[in-house]
C-alpha cells in the first residue's frame, strides 16, 4: 500500500515558477514508476509528465516540454519543477504512482491534489 500527499501549489503570476512535491509512504515506493496528471474545471483529468522507477526515464505531455521537470530522490518524494508557468496550466494537480504511462487507468494510488493557479 501507497499513500501519496502533495503540496507546493499556490497562486503565481504567468511567467513564475512553481515547485510540487509528492511524499509517498510505504516500504514499496522505490519500484513504483511515478505521474503527475492535472484537472481544470469542466475537463478531464489530463497527464503531465512520468518517471521510471529509478528516475532514469522520464517524459512530458508536449504542452510542458521544456518548462516541467519531473524527478525524484530516495527519500520517497517525487518532484514537479515547473517554469514559466502559463494561465492555461492552472488546475489541480495529482500526483500518482504504479505505472509509466500517460493514462490515468493504469495507476494504482493517487494523492489528494494541490491546486495551481496561474493569474494572467
Known amino acids: 500500500q501507497v499513500q501519496l500527499v502533495e503540496s507546493g501549489g499556490g497562486l503565481v503570476q504567468a511567467g513564475g515558477s512553481l515547485r510540487l512535491s509528492c511524499a509517498a509512504s510505504?516500504?514499496?515506493?522505490?519500484?513504483?514508476?511515478m505521474g503527475w496528471f492535472r484537472q481544470a474545471p469542466g475537463k478531464e483529468r489530463e497527464f503531465v509528465a512520468a518517471?521510471?522507477?529509478?528516475?532514469?526515464?522520464t517524459y512530458y505531455t508536449d504542452s510542458v516540454k521544456g518548462r516541467f521537470t519531473i524527478s525524484r530522490d530516495n527519500a520517497k518524494n517525487t518532484f514537479l519543477q515547473m517554469n514559466s508557468l502559463k494561465p492555461e496550466d492552472t488546475a489541480v494537480y495529482y500526483c500518482?504512482?504504479?505505472?509509466?504511462?500517460?493514462?490515468?487507468?493504469?495507476?494504482?494510488?493517487w494523492g489528494q491534489g494541490t491546486q495551481v493557479t496561474v493569474s494572467s
Open positions: 518517471i521510471s522507477w529509478n528516475g532514469g526515464r
Open positions: 510505504g516500504r514499496t515506493f522505490s519500484s513504483y514508476p
Open positions: 500518482a504512482a504504479g505505472s509509466y504511462s500517460n493514462r490515468y487507468r493504469d495507476y494504482d494510488y
